[in-house]
T-cell receptor, first 116, second 113 residues
Framework: KAGVTQTPRYLIKTRGQQVTLSCSPI?????VSWYQQTPGQGLQFLFE???????NKGNFPGRFSGRQFSNSRSEMNVSTLELGDSALYLC???????????????FGPGTRLTVT | QQQVKQSPQSLIVQKGGISIINCAYE??????FPWYQQFPGKGPALLIA?????SEKKEGRFTISFNKSAKQFSLHIMDSQPGDSATYFC????????????FGKGTRLSVIA
């Protein structure tokens, strides 16, 4: 199976702009999670989508949003970019189902966002 | 979010030696503890995971040791190789509520010849 793909891989934006990142999960996976990775804060959970519904949300401001499409592909959007939003944004897909339990997460290579 | 504390921040090990990375958690409801390996320019990859009903799990050169009473778990890399040089993250989650993974801050491992 093909792995998790993320586009674009690199992005440079200016403060105040908005950005949309895309993630295609592993075929058959219905859960997509997004994480922000920075040297100072490490890996921080943004949100998770399952069957087009947000199931969990991390402690990030409302400028960070996401959605999931019927084919499980997901996008995240950051509006009014700030310098502190510069980070590696990682998408992870999982085979989990609504019955719950633990599930392996498979990460994509990430999108490196630089805000100037 | 409940914290997972990871140490050391960086580690240098001779080739053939044992690399040991430790993590401690606070929330006793955590019941799934994976370790991830990340190479530069790549996303984290699941290495090995353990549940608290066992005290140790081994996969090849990688072993997780789990101490439920101390709320600690550790990753041991036996016969460390230069190809093991990467950043390692511990994480934890709990079944209830399908909660997301909480990650430690990471350990940068360098294995030198």
């Amino acid at each position: 199976k093909a792995g998790v793909t993320q586009t674009p891989r690199y992005l440079i934006k200016t403060r105040g702009q908005q950005v949309t990142l895309s993630c295609s999960p592993i075929s058959g996976h219905r859960s997509v999670s997004w994480y922000q990775q920075t040297p100072g804060q490490g890996l921080q959970f943004l949100f998770e989508y399952f069957s087009e519904t947000q199931r969990n949300k991390g402690n990030f401001p409302g400028r960070f949003s996401g959605r999931q499409f019927s084919n499980s592909r997901s996008e995240m959007n950051v509006s009014t970019l700030e310098l502190g939003d510069s980070a590696l944004y990682l998408c992870a897909s999982s085979p989990r189902n609504l019955a719950g339990g633990h599930y392996e997460q498979y990460f994509g290579p990430g999108t490196r966002l630089t805000v100037t | 979010q409940q914290q997972v504390k990871q140490s050391p921040q960086s580690l240098i090990v001779q080739k053939g030696g044992i690399s040991i990375i430790n993590c401690a958690y606070e929330n006793t409801a955590f019941d799934y503890f994976p370790w991830y390996q990340q190479f530069p320019g790549k996303g984290p990859a699941l290495l090995i995971a353990i549940r608290p009903d066992v005290s140790e799990k081994k996969e090849g050169r990688f072993t997780i040791s789990f101490n439920k009473s101390a709320k600690q778990f550790s990753l041991h890399i036996m016969d460390s190789q230069p190809g093991d040089s990467a950043t390692y993250f511990c994480a934890a989650s709990m079944r209830a509520g399908n909660t997301p993974l909480v990650f430690g801050k990471g350990t940068r491992l360098s294995v030198i010849a």
